[in-house]
């Protein structure tokens, strides 16, 4: 039973991290966002999942 739970964790805990990294580097790299960079650096970094995914769909200005 707890092997399986690693099973679970361990994947979903490798795919935010990635999302954290990716979405802070793209941050970084772009010059405007929908509001202040520092703000969404807090909501990438404590969002959880959720946070980088926000980033994407939200804070890029197109």
């Known amino acids: 039973m707890e092997g399986m739970i690693w ?3 361990v994947p979903l805990v490798v795919l935010q991290l990635i999302l954290i990294i990716v979405a802070l580097i793209d941050l970084r ?6 509001g ?17 995914i926000l980033y994407f769909i ?3 200005k197109v």
């Open 7 to 9: 099973q679970l964790i």
């Open 29 to 34: 790299r772009v010059d405007a966002t929908n």
């Open 36 to 52: 202040p960079k520092w703000l969404w650096v807090l909501i990438i970094i404590f969002g959880n999942l959720a946070g980088p």
């Open 58 to 60: 939200v804070g890029r």
